[in-house]
């Protein structure tokens, strides 16, 4: 069976600024039955750093008349129609659907954000379009499925149609008593990730409590939130090798985004460290660590004392860490094995 995976244009399929996207992709596509009949095909200005050999770069030259994203596409459907594929595996692009449905109808989509806000899958007719020329329909996460069927009436369709395959991430062995007094922040610095929260809050938590110290990656170029203290450091942007291990020696981990996560890749890495991991009730956040501590209302207050109670009671942070822990089964290993069931029943229909 040959497979092609078509990423969004501008995707970046290397180490250098890896979408979510291009992360699932790394992770499961090694551990895949199918894996030597696998192309990625994208367009990323990072060629040295790709993520894997089964990558196809697709040139874009500038055309007048076109669009970058429609030449992408256009030049994607030459190799199509010179190697057709048994299946072609399209993410997060619902305004390629239409293109490839001419070459090819063996379409499966993936949706990794809020379909109501993307082309292609904004309107009804839009999501019904798709309904019709799809042969499967992946969410990850529950709260991005639900989102998709606003105003559509699900119990007449097949639930075979669609499904729920969530990111992952490898479990990591960790010691949980070399685990450092280390509260960590990772994401876009900024209001919408409820950065503007947790600064105000750790800055008061490190006063009061001089032998913890606090780590904050990530960048925003658009908006400037600037939070100072002798046990803060801001790394800016790192690698996801650099963002694992923080995660291993952390602590405490805290996702307080403000807007809806489709899934949340921090808490998902976090888990999976054995962080005590601090959540907002927002979006697939909740999907992505089910065992984490929830804030009810996002403010500072409510942040500071949640955290406060883990730093004051060990025992309560150790207990928490080990059930998130050991409740993670959203590995590799198990996320790849779901997409290879749902490409064996495909191929056999």
Known sequence: MKISVLLPYKENFSTEYAGAVSLMLKDTIPLSKYKKNIKVFGSTNFKKDIL???????????????????????????????????????????????KIYKVNKNIILYFHNDPLNMKGSKTIADRANILNKTKKIIFISKWVKKRFFNGINIKNLSKKKFTIIQHSTSLKKINFNKKQKIILFVGRLNRSKGYDVFGKSVIKLLDKFPSWKSIVIGDEPREKLIF????????????NKIVANWFKKSDICVVCSRWDEPFGRTALEASSCGCAVIITNNGGLPEASPKALKVKKLNEKNLENIIKKLIKDTNYKKKLQKKIYKNFNLTNYNISNKIDNYRDLLVKS
């Open 52 to 98: 894997k050999n089964n990558y196809v770069n697709l040139k874009i030259n500038n055309f007048f008349f076109q669009s970058k994203s429609s030449v992408y596409i256009n030049n994607f459907l030459k190799k199509e129609i010179n190697h057709y594929s048994n299946l072609i595996e399209v993410h997060n692009r619902p305004n390629y659907l239409n």
């Open 228 to 239: 100072q203290h002798k046990n803060l450091k801001i790394l800016g942007f790192q690698n």
